[in-house]
């Protein structure tokens, strides 16, 4: 079996890419719970969660990154990122660390933001309808986490499924 630069089997090196994205309907909740254990020397992870809340949809998002003892040179990232189209969506976020090795990169992040009325007045002066118009924005707001998937066939599906 091969062994890589740094001494580690490749089934012993953790490599993780994980974006996703939720658009929960109107009145529903959506719990969402990670870990991102981290066992081993020059892991790294790299995690985005994308949600879109409308009517009195609510998220949780928590979330935890462990870097276990020995898991030296270690990468993790996590992100929480929520559009609120309703004065009655909530989104709450507990992102979490527990780093136990040292010479590690390691964050978390969490942003909730509505659309601004500067925005939707943009596309209304521009003919577009004020719905039509809060809809292009929570597409882009997806995009980006739809972007993130390396492989572009099922990039394209899943995009086909989200945007439609």
Wanted: proline content about 5%; overall charge negative; hydrophobic content about 35%.
């Amino acid at each position: 079996m091969g062994q890589t630069g740094d001494g580690l089997p490749p089934e012993r090196r953790q490599r993780q890419r994980t974006p996703a994205f939720r658009q929960p309907p109107e009145n529903k909740e959506l719990d969402q719970r990670t870990y991102q254990k981290h066992l081993y020397r020059g892991a790294s992870s790299n995690l985005l969660y994308v949600n879109v809340l409308d009517d009195e949809a609510s998220s949780i998002f928590s979330g935890m990154i462990l870097v276990a003892e020995g898991a030296h040179d270690t990468s993790a990232y996590q992100s929480n990122r929520n559009l609120i189209l309703s004065p009655r969506a909530e989104a709450n976020s507990i992102p979490g660390l527990e780093i136990l090795a040292d010479r590690v990169q390691c964050s978390h992040g969490s942003a909730t933001s509505s659309i601004s009325p500067e925005e939707i007045f943009y596309l209304l002066s521009r003919g577009i309808p004020e719905h039509t118009a809060r809809m292009m924005i929570a597409q882009g707001f997806l995009k980006h986490a739809l972007d993130q998937f390396s492989d572009e066939t099922l990039r394209a599906a899943v995009e086909e499924i989200v945007l439609s």
